[in-house]
C-alpha cells in the first residue's frame, strides 16, 4: 500500500525558515518524480515544487522560486521541502504527493498524504 | 501561466440526480486535465486523468470528457459520499495549476 506521510509543520515567524519531510513507502520511491501541493486554509489547491526522480531536476511556480528547494533522498525513501523566508501568504498545509507513473510525462498526482500544517505568523 | 476556470462554485443536488461539473481552460490544453475529489478533512484522491482516462478503485459513475479548452466531470446518480469538493488541474504547461474548484453540496 502506498504510503506518504508529512512532517516537519508548525507555527513560524515571518522571514524564518522550516524544513519539511515526507516518509514515502509502499512503492519503489526512486522510480517516481515527486511534489509538494499546499491549501492554504479554506482555500483551493497550488502545486508547488516538483523533483525527478534523480533530483537533478526541479520545477517551482514564481510564487516560490527562490526561497523554496525541493530535495530528496532516495536511499532513505524520503522527500523535502527547505522553506526560507517565510511570508503569512505561506500559510497552508503541505502535502507530499506523487506524480503519476510515467516518467517525465505524468505531471498528474496519483497519491497524496494527510498533509502537514504551516503556519506563519509573528 | 493557464487558468481553469471551474462552475458553478456551488453546486445543490438531490442524491441520485446526475451532474455535470465545468472546467475551462484559459488556452488550448489537448486532453492534459485532471480531476480530483476531496472530502472535508482529507487529503485529494485523483478520479480521472487525462480529460477521460479512468482510475483503477474510483466508481464507474465517474466520468469525464473534453478537450482544448472546455472539459466535463460527469456523475452518474450522485451517491451521499459523493458531496465534497471537486478540482480540475492542467499539466499541458509550467506551472501546474489547478481550478479553484466545485463544491458538491445536498439540496
Known amino acids: 500500500e502506498v504510503q506518504l506521510v508529512e512532517s516537519g509543520g508548525g507555527l513560524v515567524q515571518p522571514g524564518r525558515s522550516l524544513k519539511l519531510s515526507c516518509a514515502a513507502s509502499?512503492?519503489?520511491?526512486?522510480?517516481?518524480?515527486m511534489a509538494w501541493v499546499r491549501q492554504a486554509p479554506k482555500k483551493g489547491l497550488e502545486w508547488v515544487a516538483t523533483?525527478?526522480?534523480?533530483?537533478?531536476?526541479?520545477y517551482y511556480p514564481d510564487s516560490v522560486k527562490g526561497r523554496f528547494t525541493i530535495s530528496r533522498d532516495n536511499a532513505k525513501s524520503s522527500l523535502y521541502l527547505q522553506m526560507n523566508s517565510l511570508k503569512s501568504e505561506d500559510t497552508a498545509t503541505y502535502y507530499c504527493?506523487?506524480?503519476?507513473?510515467?516518467?517525465?510525462?505524468?505531471?498528474?498526482?496519483?497519491?497524496w498524504g494527510p498533509g502537514t500544517m504551516v503556519t506563519v505568523s509573528s | 501561466d493557464i487558468m481553469l476556470t471551474q462552475s458553478p462554485a456551488t453546486l445543490s443536488v438531490t442524491p441520485g440526480e446526475s451532474i455535470s461539473l465545468s472546467c475551462r481552460a484559459s488556452q488550448s490544453i489537448s486532453t492534459n486535465l485532471h480531476w480530483y475529489q476531496q472530502k472535508p478533512n482529507e487529503s485529494p484522491r485523483v478520479l480521472i486523468k487525462y480529460a477521460s482516462q479512468t482510475i483503477s478503485g474510483i466508481p464507474s459513475r465517474f466520468s469525464g470528457s473534453g478537450s482544448g479548452t472546455d472539459f466535463t466531470l460527469n456523475i452518474n446518480r450522485v451517491e451521499p459520499e459523493d458531496f465534497s469538493v471537486y478540482y480540475c488541474?492542467?499539466?499541458?504547461?509550467?506551472?501546474?495549476?489547478f481550478g479553484s474548484g466545485t463544491k458538491l453540496e445536498i439540496k
Open positions: 504527493a506523487r506524480h503519476g507513473p510515467k516518467l517525465g510525462a505524468d505531471w498528474y498526482f496519483d497519491f
Open positions: 523533483i525527478s526522480t534523480s533530483g537533478s531536476r526541479t
Open positions: 488541474q492542467q499539466s499541458n504547461s509550467w506551472p501546474l495549476t
Open positions: 509502499g512503492f519503489t520511491f526512486s522510480n517516481y518524480y
